[in-house]
């Protein structure tokens, strides 16, 4: 156990990242590895959110959809996210949630493929990945059909008639990567549109959208990108896709939008998907998550974030099959995203036993512990320390308590 | 007048809701007039939005979602809302933004309509609600069609083959204001659902969505409820339309969120109209401006709204004519929502003269100035001080300046 110790100790001192963990506000003891599911809060977004609340909001009132330039917040945050994904300045807009950006990213997909009516995902994909197609498909009136076929299996399914293609890059409960650019060119080869959701992805792992020819993306401002609970999403949409029609015409995604016409026309560019007015307050958090992050050299954050999942399967490894744990990411780094996850029957409860421990992961149904990696706070130590106090728990099983067995509204 | 400034020293001196003004943060000698578009900020809300940051995210991370009751705060506060709009228990959820729920109750409305194909509304309502009617007519391949009948004229287009009614309540432009009750049973006798949007409604007129048996209704969280730049927006359907398909079938929206299925069944509550995850720092504004409303007897909230028009009308009645200004705002309060408005050619160039002269109102294209009446934290004198100075910068001409002129992005 020492040895391994001081392998992490050793991997720390010369990590290029580890000055970013003084950004964060994370209470000392605390092992954090949840952070793909919600990301700590950078230190300086409470003077943000201060300025944001008490100069914007209260001193300039209305004058600050122009003087603090509130009205341009979803454009100017989407191009400082597009460098961390790999998109070009205009390709990427900050606004609503995942779930409707999907429903956007969907049809407007479909609207480039008037003759073709299928959607394609895969089974197992998050849920609202799911439900977004189903509600697509029910308010069509059967004109646009759903189909969810095995991981393994979906890209069999590729056909003339499959307009969109609707994948999750890195899997939110195995952490299993897909080649983006593999996925994306054969389904185009079938003259199949992309989409990626990126919730696991950005901010996480290297993302090249533009080199990848993807057609379009969504993602997640409240996991890696660090940007506060419930942060608004973005939506990325290449170039040559910036006459599709999202469906969800609301005033923002208006070529005009303060000359108050009754007649849609679409903005000539990627703010042709917003809808509503933008939450600015959501929106001044996740400004300061993204910039924090731009500081990040990506590549590293990559190769830190394999090493962290490397070092943590390898602390499992010993002894964790011997009390029925099963690794179910991948082994390989270069097809693993963020996270490391294990399935036990007893997961939930051994997670609340952690938690108790200090240290935070969460559970997925039926049976996943997920352990989420952020190169930006995590020390190689901390994930040492952590399958320690994993392994003392199952030792002791002090996991086997009522108490720990309870679900909670939110597991 | 000096007896008009004694008058609104009376009836300042007599207002009932007089002491609300301190529980806001507005800067001394400032008139705004502007609540209608951009609520301002109530003086709890700063250490509310620490505590949302500093205790719940930064401390309590991803255990906030259960322990600082995230999860429910889209239904908490949809409730707190309730009783502002006339309500029940169990009828609003704060979500999303406007525009998005207007798709959400205008697609609801049309699953309970399979046999109808037109969505009717009245030209001049409010661009985003063309065109999100819009939106769905062009995703629908035809089979919805989108019609628009002048404001006069929109109830004699009520047929059995209209599914949905969309009006606006009170006017953004005008401030003219909606018999709900009437209109919403001339609907019902055609079999048309009506869907009201109540964005310059919540919280400064008197509604009772319950006793006018008001079908869908739409609201905005940043005006009148006070709840902070683009914040979320609420829903409202009857108990008896929890039945409805709001097409936007997102994760929070299901019967069971976190049993992660991939088969979506719709909650079979008011939580159906939720999609994505739940944007918490504009949720965490909102409801302390909607708390600090709750406190506000609604019916002196109108009685006041009423009686600041009344007194601006007024003030304006003895020389605006002279200097070409019309009124476009009902002259009876009774038919008048809570702002009053102008036309007048200049328009654009005075609002920034005003503003120079500390009232801030609004333009809104071609040529309406709108002065937006805030029962809680505007004056009676404030009014009258308002006046005045519009009066002065017309009689001196100093808005004649080529600064005043150039149209800013946000108008």
Same mark, same amino acid.
């Given at each position: ?12 001192? &010369? ?11 994370? $209470? ?13 809060? #950078? ?58 950006? !999907? ?7 479909? &609207?480039?493929?008037?003759?073709? &009516? ?17 509600? !697509? ?9 759903? $189909? ?56 996480? =792992? ?21 940007? @506060?609970?419930?942060? #608004? ?6 170039? $040559? ?8 015409? @609301? ?24 809808? @509503? ?12 998550? =993204? ?5 990040? +050299? ?23 099959? +011997?009390?029925?744990?099963?690794? =179910? ?80 509204? =939110?597991?």
């Amino acid at each position: 156990m020492d040895a391994i110790f001081d392998k992490a100790d050793s991997l720390d001192a &010369s990590d290029p990242l580890r000055a970013f963990r003084d950004e964060f506000a994370l $209470r000392d003891g605390l092992i954090y590895l949840d952070g793909n599911s919600l990301g700590a809060m #950078p230190k300086r977004t409470p003077a943000r959110m201060d300025r944001t609340i008490q100069q914007e909001w209260r001193e300039g009132l209305i004058t600050s959809w122009n003087a603090a330039d509130w009205v341009n917040a979803p454009r100017r945050i989407g191009d400082k996210i597009a460098p961390i994904i790999g998109a070009g300045e205009g390709e990427v807009v900050v606004t609503d949630s995942t779930s409707i950006n !999907i429903f956007k990213a969907l049809t407007a997909a479909l &609207s480039l493929q008037p003759e073709r &009516s299928i959607l394609l995902t895969e089974t197992t994909n998050f849920p609202t990945d799911h439900y977004m197609m189903q509600g !697509i498909t029910a308010f069509s009136g059967g004109r646009i059909e759903t $189909r969810s076929a095995a991981p393994e299996d979906v890209l069999d399914h590729l056909s003339d008639n499959v307009a969109v293609l609707l994948l999750t890059h890195v899997h939110y409960k195995t952490g299993r990567m897909r080649d983006m650019a593999a996925v994306t060119a054969k389904a185009q080869e079938h003259g199949v549109l992309v989409v990626w959701d990126l919730s696991h992805s950005a901010g996480a =792992v290297e993302l090249a959208l533009g080199a990848a020819n993807v057609d379009f993306a969504v993602g997640c401002g409240y996991k890696f990108l660090n940007g @506060g609970p419930g942060a #608004p999403a973005f939506l990325y949409a290449a170039k $040559r896709h910036h006459e599709a029609m999202p469906v969800l015409a @609301g005033w923002f995604g208006h070529a005009r939008p303060f000359a108050f016409e009754e007649e849609y026309e679409a903005a000539d560019n990627i703010e042709r998907f917003l809808c @509503g007015t933008p939450g600015i307050l959501g929106m001044a958090a996740l400004e300061e998550g =993204v910039e924090l992050m731009l500081r990040a +050299d990506m590549a590293e954050v990559r190769r830190k974030s394999a090493a962290l999942g490397d070092l943590f399967i390898e602390c499992m490894d010993g002894w964790a099959g +011997d009390h029925s744990f099963t690794l =179910v990411s991948p082994r390989d780094a270069g097809q693993r995203g963020s996270h490391v996850s294990y399935s036990h029957k007893d997961g939930y409860a051994m997670m609340q036993a952690l938690k108790a421990r200090d240290v935070i992961g969460d559970f997925r149904e039926p049976d996943v512990m997920r352990f989420g990696l952020t190169p930006l706070y995590l020390s190689y130590r901390d994930m040492v320390e952590a399958a320690a106090r994993l392994r003392s728990i199952c030792e002791s099983r002090e996991w086997d308590r009522p108490e720990y067995k309870e679900r909670a509204a =939110v597991t």
